[in-house]
């Protein structure tokens, strides 16, 4: 009956009175666990999810909805690419449930700030949930993520995880992304600019940072996407580095990068744009 239950797609599967309340309850859980997980490895999921994607495509005439449309395409991509997990940030649990709903052989870590959605979650298939404090600072929330992750077991050194996100805008526009990282010592963390010239011009792609541009102070640090610098005679210049990883610029007495809080404030999380620092200039 339980293997039946996890082969018809059930979410989560329970004892009934007479055997939770026998002599060997911590046993019949042991093996109910063992029945589910056995049933679970006999699942073609590959044939499981066009079976799905097509039911649901016949009783929706006019289309997927945009989340559902890419919670779709994010689980068929974490297969394509080998990704050893999936992870959610959602704030009413929706995101989770329909990436659930298209039963990847994945795990789904599920980012959330509400307490009552993170249990909502506990019984949803493959899903595990993991409260956070807000969504400030996403990098730090995806790098903890990954942490979490690996300590749990859900993630090894080395795999790929594919991150899906759902945000809205200032215009209330609902923007849906994904990304994939790959587990490791790099995932997020920013690399210390410990051989940057004091005498460079430094010239910045991009922050890392998913927020609107701040006043900066002395002693405050940035991460970023290093493009190059050049030095005061104007002849050298280095791109040696991954542009794709982030390093740290302390802001010392030289690099406080000012009229943040005049020109750019109204640039938008995440936008590409453009920063010379001059040396010695502020």
Known sequence: DVANAVLDGTDAVMLSGETAGGKFPVEAVNIQRRICESAE?????????????????????????????????????????????????????ATARLLAKYRPSQPILALSASLSTMRSLSVVRGVRALQVPSFQGSDRVIHNALEHAKQMGFARVGEKSLLRTTMRSIFALLVCSLSLFLIGAEDVAPEPAANLPEDADLVIDKLVEKQCARPTKKGDSISVHYTGWTLQDGKKFDSSRDRNRPFEIPLGAGRVIKGWDEGLVGMCPGELWRVTIPSGKG
């Open 41 to 93: 490895k006999s699942i073609d999921y590959d044939s499981l999810f066009l079976r799905i994607r097509s039911r649901v495509l016949n009783h929706s005439p006019s289309g997927l909805s945009t989340p559902e449309a890419v919670c779709s395409a994010a689980v068929d991509l974490a297969a394509e690419t080998n990704c050893g997990l999936i992870i959610a940030i959602t704030e009413t649990g």
